[in-house]
């Protein structure tokens, strides 16, 4: 089973990007199970949404203790000691920056970047960079296909906000920068 752990604030999408991610795997015959933990709902909080992913069936609906990945999608917390916490070794660290953590955690093996709230801002307008990482995941990981992650935005955005953000994903993928640890 693989398990990401979302790391956001309030209105930067990371509920939005796990449910996304859930629905690109069962897209591959795959099961997923996607669900957020709040403090205040408001706009710049912190959020943490949970990802599980495999071949079979998706029982469990706590949070996750010990993530294969983290999707960081506010840069601010890229050092933050919590975000790290239970990292399995031979991690993943997806970030929404173009700078790599100052002092990278003993388990991280990769650590694979964009700045998806420009790429945001440029394709939608608005700083949500929770598609754009779906895509650095998807380049980062290759544990989903890139189709599955841009087919399953249908279920969640219509018109031009579904071509802005498969655009996004599509930058996310593209514009991503790796480093092995």
Not at 57 to 65: A, D, G, S, W
Not at 71 to 84: F, G, H
Not at 108 to 127: K, N, Q, S, Y
Not at 143 to 158: H, R
Request: hydrophobic share 40%; proline share 6%.
């Amino acid at each position: 089973m693989i398990e990401v752990r979302f790391h956001g604030r309030g209105g930067q999408g990371s509920v939005v990007a796990s449910r996304i991610l859930a629905n690109a795997f069962v897209r591959e015959n795959k099961f997923g199970s996607a669900f957020p933990m709040f403090g205040f709902e408001r706009r710049g909080a912190p959020v943490t949404a949970y990802g599980r992913f495999d071949d079979e069936p998706v029982l469990e609906k706590t949070q996750i203790y010990y993530p294969d990945c983290l999707i960081v999608l506010d840069s601010s917390q890229r050092d933050s000691p919590r975000v790290y916490e239970g990292l399995k070794p031979n991690g993943i660290l997806i970030l929404n920056s173009t700078m790599g953590p100052k002092d990278p955690h003993e388990n991280l093996a990769l650590v694979a970047m964009a700045d998806a709230t420009r790429i945001a801002v440029e394709e939608i307008g608005l700083p949500a960079p929770n598609t754009g990482m779906l895509g650095v995941f998807a380049a980062a990981t290759g544990w989903i296909k890139l189709a599955s992650i841009l087919a399953g935005l249908e279920d969640y955005f219509d018109g031009s906000r579904l071509e802005g953000n498969r655009r996004c994903v599509q930058r996310g993928f593209e514009e991503t920068k790796s480093m092995r640890l």
